[in-house]
């Protein structure tokens, strides 16, 4: 147990580091800010009690935060989606039980499962993140087009760095 | 009170997540206060010493390109000071001491964090209110404009990029001489557009746009970039141009930021202007 809290926190200072030092500062195309520090909260072991969920994934929106210049919409977008977690992870992963340290990732849910749970956690994440973040209707098409690109980066990069990490554990 | 105990018990947790969305919504409030709140400050000073530490060891791998940039701008500084220019007529300038009098002073200052990918851009700088720096100032780079101050901390400020939604400054094209106001739509970090621009006097691509002067905060002629293509509007009688940046704004390392002499005084007189309007509705 202790040792599963100690792998969170290291993964936590890493996807922070990861978002705030490099994939903040990577310029694509212009529409694309890939925002992998959403995979910590996808991550979280199945059996995170409910309130450490939430607590958890507020901190993590403060520290991206920090270092962003719009203070709080991290924050905001990260609770709810800490919020609706457990109601996403009960309709995709079935019958898990509730007690392991296990983490939802490809090798322990089923690519079927996990993909749509995690894509689906990922887009309501970038579309309340782009909505708040501009928040007029005026260029409601680029930012559409922001949402879904950058989307789609985020999956990718939580798809292959899924593949990469947790083979290694088993 | 069982039946009260058992509800709280079961939604403990919709009531955590209310309290902390409405946390961070607050937070989300606070950005948008002119005054700086004391939260606001908290998290500057922490990025800034973070990025400052980053930045630090960044630096290093880019020594020879600023090298190369410090010379150019060197080269063009030692062109404008006096010892290049031969005196033509000899009795103009003579007793001018009273002549000029300083409008604008500069502070260097180092970008430390930045991020051109996003809708709304900006800086973070390591100079704060301790060496002068205030929100509304001006920042340039040695090629063109930059931004405004918006929130200072001790040691470092925080600039609103022209990549910004909310960023409007107000431009000149050198070679007519028309006026328009620049804007960013926000797709690439290299371009932005200008509207209102009258199409009653013919545009040409290459044309050198300049800052116009009219804002109180960036003084005049500062290069913006080049027009790298234009429409007209049908029906307004107005451009709409793209324009290319000067400025590379992800690889933007020194800045400067503008301290007007004269800006309490043309404070003074707009609002002379608010009240005169205030007076006659």
Redesign the interface.
């Known amino acids: 147990m202790i040792r599963d809290i100690v792998i969170c926190a290291v993964q936590f200072i890493i996807l922070v580091f990861c978002q705030?030092?490099i994939l903040?500062?990577?310029?694509?195309?212009?529409?694309?800010?890939p925002m992998l520090y959403v995979w910590f909260i996808i991550m979280l072991p199945f059996a995170t009690p409910?309130?450490l969920v939430?607590?958890s994934s507020?901190v993590l929106?403060?520290c991206i935060?920090?270092?962003?210049?719009?203070?709080?919409?991290n924050?905001?977008v990260c609770?709810?989606i800490?919020?609706i977690r457990p109601a996403l992870l009960n309709a995709f992963s079935g019958n898990i039980d509730n007690v392991t340290f296990q983490r939802p990732s490809v090798s322990s849910l089923g690519l079927k499962n996990y993909l749509p749970y995690m894509a689906l956690t990922v887009f309501i994440h970038h579309l309340l993140y782009?909505l708040?973040?501009?928040f007029?209707f005026d260029?409601i098409l680029?930012?559409l087009l922001?949402i879904v690109l950058s989307s789609v980066v985020t999956i990718i990069l939580i798809l292959l760095s899924d593949m990469i990490f947790f083979k290694k554990n088993e | 009170m069982n039946n009260l105990i058992r509800f709280l018990r079961r939604y403990?947790?919709v009531f955590?997540?209310l309290v902390?969305?409405g946390?961070?919504?607050?937070?989300?409030?606070?950005?948008d206060s002119k005054q700086s709140s004391s939260?606001?400050s908290a998290?500057n000073n922490?990025?800034g010493t973070?990025?400052n530490t980053?930045e630090n060891i960044n630096s290093y791998f880019y020594l020879k390109s600023k090298n190369d940039a410090l010379v150019k701008e060197n080269l063009q500084l030692r062109q404008q000071i006096s010892s290049s220019y031969v005196k033509l007529i000899n009795n103009i300038h003579e007793e001018s001491d009273t002549v000029y009098k300083q409008r604008f002073s500069f502070i260097d200052a180092r970008v430390i964090?930045?991020?051109?990918?996003?809708?709304?851009n900006?800086f973070?700088l390591d100079k704060g209110s301790l060496s002068g720096v205030e929100p509304d100032m001006g920042v340039i780079a040695p090629n063109g404009v930059v931004g405004t101050v918006v929130k200072t901390t001790e040691n470092f400020s925080?600039v609103m990029s022209v990549l910004h939604?909310d960023s409007k400054l107000n431009v000149r094209n050198e070679r007519t001489k028309t006026t328009g106001t620049l804007i960013w739509?926000?797709?690439?970090?290299s371009t932005g557009q200008i509207v209102d621009m009258p199409s009653s006097i013919a545009l040409k691509k290459g044309d050198t746009v300049v800052t116009s002067g009219f804002s109180r905060d960036i003084p005049e002629g500062i290069m913006i970039g080049t027009v790298k293509d234009f429409t007209k509007e049908s029906g307004t009688g107005f451009y709409k141009v793209n324009v290319k940046f000067s400025v590379d704004y992800?690889k933007l390392e020194y800045v400067y930021v503008i301290k007007n002499f004269f800006k309490t005084e043309q404070d003074k007189l707009m609002e002379n202007i608010k009240e005169l309007q205030e007076e006659q509705q």
């Open positions: 705030v030092f903040d500062n990577i310029y694509f195309l212009g529409f694309i800010n409910k309130w939430l607590v507020f929106g403060v935060d920090v270092f962003s210049a719009d203070i709080g919409i924050a905001c609770v709810l800490g919020f782009f708040i973040e501009n007029s260029e680029t930012t922001r | 403990y947790y955590l997540f902390l969305e946390l961070s919504i607050y937070f989300i409030t606070l950005n939260i606001i998290a922490i990025s973070f990025n980053i964090s930045k991020t051109v990918n996003k809708r709304n900006y973070m925080l939604q739509n926000g797709h690439t970090y992800n």
